[in-house]
């Protein structure tokens, strides 16, 4: 794996993130951080290689109120226009505990 690894934690949009070089962006997509909305834009103003949404399906059952479903995410790159702009991104949906394996293209 060749680049940088970019986690924001439990926060919220703040405009100077927008001005970093990231290569792999974990990204809380839930509603009581980022959100789907902020998420998606902060994708779009990085432009990584990879994003992992995180911070999603933590309780069981789903607690909808937290919202951040991957789903809802991509949604949201696709209707605001970005996910055309990423052709260079690759988007890693994983599983709570999931695995991924980060290679140079």
């Given amino acids: 794996m060749y680049g940088n690894i970019f986690h924001p934690g ?15 962006l974990l990204l809380p997509i839930n509603d009581t951080n980022f959100g789907s909305g902020f998420a998606a834009m902060l994708t779009n103003q990085l432009q990584p290689k990879a994003v992992i949404p995180c911070h999603y399906g933590m ?5 909808l109120w937290r919202g951040g479903h991957p789903v809802e995410y991509l949604a949201t790159l696709v209707a605001r226009g970005y996910w ?3 052709p ?4 890693l949906i ?5 695995k991924v394996i980060l290679s140079q293209r």
Avoid: R
């Fill in 88 to 91: 260079q991104t690759d988007l």
């Fill in 84 to 86: 055309a702009s990423l």
């Fill in 94 to 98: 994983l599983k709570p505990g999931g």
């Fill in 10 to 24: 439990d926060t919220y949009y703040l405009e100077e993130l927008s001005n970093l070089h990231v290569d792999y």
């Fill in 59 to 63: 309780y069981n059952p789903p607690s």
